[in-house]
């Protein structure tokens, strides 16, 4: 059973283009992210819904775009394609966790998706 | 402002040979440091949780340690199978989001 799943899983478009990443969890949780992970590995938070609402909002060009249709769903469209949006994406849902007192959530990630604008 | 400092970037170990990746961090207020591993083309996989420092957790031949400004997580006689990039992150007690602030990971590699 997959918890986190994205698709696709490569994606190699043009410049100018538009696409979509899709993202479907089926851990339960009510929270779900989109992170980026540029070419040296470094992962950095985009955003993040928490039962369809939306909770983080990094400084993303507004070219991005997430939707949530569901607690489930978090999909990401990406308008006007440009080279320096190459990198791994990666999607991730968590739902609170309370462990003797301490409260935190626990994430956990997809596959990813590395796009790859020429 | 949060960050997250991994070291060394890279480790290269026999087979066998004990050693430990830190992660120093700083943060206003904790509210978890997460260690994962992540493997060349897959995700990031979830290994531990710490909460507050002088806490330990252990895995196989992994075990996690906190204080409070740092953590390690040591590799007791690894094998070629524990080779991976290792990411720290932390997440700020005063968060109600779950954000996560990653290092920029330390890639190991075990020769047998």
């Known amino acids: 059973d997959t918890a986190v799943s994205q698709t696709p899983k490569y994606l190699v478009t043009q410049m100018g283009n538009d696409k979509s990443i899709k993202c479907e969890q089926n851990l339960g949780h009510d929270t779900m992210y989109w992170y980026k992970q540029d070419s040296k590995k470094f992962l950095k938070i985009m955003f993040s819904?928490?039962?369809?609402?939306?909770?983080i909002n990094e400084t993303v060009p507004n070219r991005f775009s997430p939707k949530s249709p569901d607690k489930a769903h978090l999909n990401l469209h990406i308008n006007s394609l440009e080279l320096g949006d190459s990198a791994v994406y990666f999607c991730?849902?968590?739902?609170?966790?309370?462990?003797?007192?301490?409260?935190?959530?626990?994430?956990?990630f997809g596959p990813g998706t590395r796009l790859t604008v020429t | 402002e949060d960050q997250v400092t991994q070291s060394p970037e890279a480790l290269r170990l026999q087979e066998g040979e004990s050693s430990s990746l830190n992660c120093s961090y700083t943060v206003s207020g904790l509210r978890g440091l997460f260690w994962y591993r992540q493997d060349p083309g897959k995700g990031p996989e979830f290994l531990f949780t710490?909460?507050?420092a002088g806490e330990e957790k252990e895995k196989e031949r992994l075990k996690a340690t906190l204080t409070k400004k740092e953590s390690f997580l040591h590799i007791t006689a690894p094998k070629p199978e524990d080779s991976a990039t290792y990411l720290c992150?932390?997440?700020?007690?005063?968060?109600?989001?779950?954000?996560?602030?990653f290092g920029q990971g330390t890639t190991l590699q075990v020769k047998p």
């Open positions: 992150a932390v997440q700020e007690r005063s968060s109600n989001t779950g954000k996560l602030i």
């Open positions: 710490l909460y507050s």
């Open positions: 819904y928490n039962n369809k609402e939306l909770i």
């Open positions: 991730a849902s968590s739902g609170p966790i309370n462990t003797a007192g301490h409260h935190s959530y626990e994430q956990y």
